[in-house]
Nanobody, 122 residues
Framework: QVQLVESGGGLVQAGGSLRLSCATS????????MAWFRQAPGKEREFVAA????????DYADSVKGRFTISRDNAKITAYLQMDSLKVDDTAVYYC???????????????WGQGTQVTVSS
């Protein structure tokens, strides 16, 4: 049983920063890409950022490019999302996801966390 557990969410003022972590328990065989998604109230879940198994390749949604940074530590089987210059529109539940495929992708993720709330106040 593979589980992804997010942490690091909270309340922050606009312009501030937060760092989300996604720890993996259980065993994911082979190499796998990881990603962050988010879902704001009344909206569909949307892609935020993804990182390949090697960590070399990344992809970002246009709305967060230049402000968010995704990274990973394969020794700790953990992914991170550094969020800077936060905006009120970034308020959402943020979900971590893992794919059984190694390449950067925006869909087809196999494992999901429960989510962590990020609230940005004006």
């Amino acid at each position: 049983q593979v589980q992804l557990v997010e942490s690091g969410g909270g309340l922050v003022q606009a312009g501030g920063s937060l760092r989300l972590s996604c720890a993996t328990s259980g065993r994911i065989f082979g190499t796998y890409a990881m990603a962050w998604f988010r879902q704001a109230p009344g909206k569909e879940r949307e892609f935020v950022a993804a990182i390949s198994w090697s960590g070399i390749n990344t992809d970002y949604a246009d709305s967060v490019k230049g402000r968010f940074t995704i990274s990973r530590d394969n020794a700790k089987i953990t992914a991170y999302l550094q969020m800077d210059s936060l905006k009120v529109d970034d308020t959402a539940v943020y979900y971590c996801a893992a794919s059984r495929l190694p390449h950067v992708r925006r869909d087809e993720y196999d494992y999901w966390g429960q989510g962590t709330q990020v609230t940005v106040s004006s």
